[in-house]
């Protein structure tokens, strides 16, 4: 309907993996669009038939464009559109950076910060950003290209969340980020390990306590006294809702 129609559309290059991700930021807000690949200088069908369905209206934080191209120039005959391109990976995403911070008026108070060559421990990032619309910078082995840094100046004092472990973004990399804001480290080992360490602490010492008294219960013949009452309560016909509620009161201790 007209009303469901994006105002933009996000055309991204499939061949680098590195495109699709960065262009996320802009999936968030102010601009809201959706992302369609290309393949190279052509459009693929599906992508064909999924741009005449939407049918965008046209962004006005984007310059009025209808197709933003991330990273390819395959052409869009009929839409109005805006290019965001680079020479190198990092600078295809200071580029998305600085259209996102133009469309909002100012930089992300947070940047996103992942490796250029492990996937793995960057596309996370993806659904970050575009829920959220922190941009993605890259960082190598070795350092911070300078496109990055040169982004990182733009958002002062910046929460910085680096993505992956040590083997992926070194510490050395870690520390050079330092003078740009906060730098937190988020990897998903270390957030499961230290979210079920969390839950295990609060609820282990409760979880043997109930055991232990259900045992009690069960070595006393209290569990056979109380089964035995409330059968002898609720009678013969009833001892489906007799068992029931037995079950109910020993749940409480164990559970």
Do not use: C
């Not at 733009?154 to 050079?176: C, D, M, Q, R």
């Amino acid at each position: 309907t007209p009303e469901s129609r994006p105002a933009a559309v996000i055309l991204a290059e499939v061949r680098d993996w590195r495109t699709g991700i960065v262009a996320s930021a802009l999936v968030g807000r102010p601009i809201r669009a959706p992302i369609l690949f290309a393949d190279g200088d052509t459009i693929p069908d599906a992508t064909k038939a999924a741009l005449d369905a939407l049918q965008p209206t046209g962004s006005k934080e984007a310059g009025g464009a209808q197709v933003i191209r991330v990273g390819t120039k395959a052409p869009v005959e009929g839409y109005k559109t805006t290019d965001v391109s680079g020479a190198s990976p990092a600078a295809l995403a200071a580029a998305v950076d600085r259209l996102r911070a133009a469309a909002a008026g100012q930089p992300s108070t947070a940047v996103l910060i992942a490796s250029s060559e492990h996937p793995e421990y960057a596309m996370p990032a993806a659904g970050w950003a575009a829920k959220a619309g922190d941009p993605l910078l890259w960082v190598g082995p070795t350092g911070i290209p300078p496109e990055t840094e040169t982004a990182l100046k733009t958002h002062k004092n910046a929460k910085i969340y680096v993505l992956g472990p040590e083997s992926a973004v070194p510490e050395t990399v870690l520390t050079a980020l330092e003078k740009f804001g906060t730098v937190q480290r988020s990897d998903a080992v270390s957030t499961i390990e230290s979210g079920m360490g969390g839950i295990l602490g609060h609820v282990a010492i409760i979880i043997g306590l109930g055991t232990m008294l259900g045992a009690i219960l069960e070595v006393s013949g209290g569990a056979e006294v109380l089964a035995s009452r409330l059968l002898n309560l609720f009678g013969e016909k009833r001892a489906p809702l007799a068992m029931g509620l037995t079950g109910l009161v020993f749940g409480i201790p164990v559970f």
